[in-house]
C-alpha cells in the first residue's frame, strides 16, 4: 500500500528526491521519458554532496531545458511504499518553478517536454504525481 504525507520540514539529510511543479506562461510542464509512454513532473535523485536545492536546479534543467526559472519550495513529501521501497518513509522536496526559457535541445534521457493548459491523463506516477499537484494546489502555488 502506497501513503504519501506532507510536511513543513525534516532533516535535511532525509531528503532524497526533487519533484517541480512547473509551469511556462501559464501552461504544465511535463516530461516523457524516452523509454516510457508516460508523463511525469521534471523531478529525480539528490546526488552525493548536493543540496536539494541544486538537485531541484539540476533535474528542472536536464528534464526540460529550463534555463531561466524561479523556483519555490512549497513543502517536503513523503511516499511510503512497501512493493518498492521496503515499507520505509522516503523523503522528498516539492517545489513550484515558473519557467521563462527553454534551452532548444534536450540533452538526457527525458525525449520531450509536453506543455498543456490541462492536467495530463497518462502519468508515470499516477498515484504520486496527482497527489503532489493538489496538495501544491491546496497550498496556493499553481492554478489549474
Given amino acids: ?6 510536511y513543513d520540514s525534516v532533516k535535511d539529510d532525509l ?18 521519458h524516452k523509454d516510457r509512454d508516460t508523463y511525469e513532473c521534471p523531478g529525480g535523485h539528490r546526488e552525493r554532496d548536493e543540496s536539494i536545492w541544486e538537485t531541484a536546479k539540476r533535474e528542472l534543467y536536464e528534464e526540460t531545458g ?22 520505509k518513509e522516503t523523503f522528498g522536496m516539492l517545489y513550484f518553478a515558473e519557467i521563462r526559457t527553454f534551452e532548444e535541445t534536450l540533452h538526457w534521457e527525458i525525449e520531450k517536454i509536453l506543455l498543456t493548459e490541462q492536467l495530463i491523463k497518462n502519468w508515470t506516477y499516477p498515484q504520486i504525481q496527482p497527489t503532489l499537484i493538489a496538495e501544491a494546489q491546496r497550498r496556493g502555488f499553481c492554478e489549474e
Avoid at 500500500?1 to 506532507?6: P, W
Fill in 66 to 87: 529550463a534555463t531561466d526559472f524561479d523556483l519555490t519550495p512549497i513543502c517536503v513529501y513523503s511516499v511510503t511504499d512497501e512493493e518498492n521501497f521496503d515499507g
Fill in 1 to 6: 500500500m502506497l501513503q504519501i504525507r506532507f
Fill in 15 to 32: 531528503l532524497k528526491f526533487a519533484v517541480m511543479i512547473a509551469k511556462y506562461r501559464g501552461k504544465w510542464v511535463f516530461c516523457k
